[in-house]
């Protein structure tokens, strides 16, 4: 081919590629969604999505409010009783199966039900959680040394119907006693 030849290539290609320049971009992006990393490998998929707004095993929510709430200024120690209506509830993810025997007296149907669990490692396994209800509080009662002043009552007050979805009718704020 001569110089003409190549160049009216090149003019065609680039005509072409103007025309279709949208959906050549379109292609081009999502290729690059296609490419984008997903995660590690060895990344394990999460089993509590809302670890952070449930009450932790290993630290009551009384001790974590009681922390925060002494943070308060001019709030001092404090201390936190909640009752609850419920503790909350886990559903698990379970396995049912059903069997059925027929002899010379009829047929009985049996059912198992059995908890479904995972491997975590290190020969242990976790069970699987489908969801988890929050508990519902009954009441609170708060106990600090700063509640002798109306703003420091009021604070706590807001404090504890945050964290709980209490009403001020259910939470009760009284003055420590010094010892």
């Known amino acids: 081919m001569d110089r003409n030849g190549n160049f009216d290539l090149k003019e065609k290609i680039l005509s072409k590629l103007r025309e279709y320049r949208y959906v050549l971009l379109v292609l081009a992006l999502g290729l690059l969604l296609l490419l984008l990393p997903r995660g590690s490998e060895g990344e394990k998929p999460d089993a509590e999505p809302q670890a952070e707004t449930r009450v932790s095993e290993e630290?009551?929510?009384?001790r974590r409010l009681e922390e925060i709430l002494s943070l308060v200024d001019g709030a001092g120690e404090v201390r936190v009783l909640l009752s609850y209506e419920d503790d909350g509830?886990?559903?698990?993810?379970?396995?049912?199966?059903y069997s059925q025997e027929?002899?010379?007296?009829?047929?009985?149907v049996e059912m198992s039900d059995t908890t479904v669990t995972v491997p975590r490692g290190g020969?242990?396994?976790a069970e699987v959680e489908v969801s988890y209800r929050c508990p519902v509080f009954r009441g609170a009662v708060v106990a600090a040394r700063g509640a002798d002043s109306a703003q420091v009552r009021l604070e706590l007050l807001e404090a504890v119907k945050a964290a709980t979805g209490l009403g001020a009718e259910n939470i009760k704020i009284v003055k420590m006693a010094d010892k």
């Open 59 to 62: 630290v009551p929510l009384e």
């Open 123 to 125: 020969g242990e396994s």
């Open 102 to 108: 027929s002899d010379a007296q009829g047929s009985r």
């Open 89 to 97: 509830e886990r559903v698990l993810a379970g396995d049912s199966r």
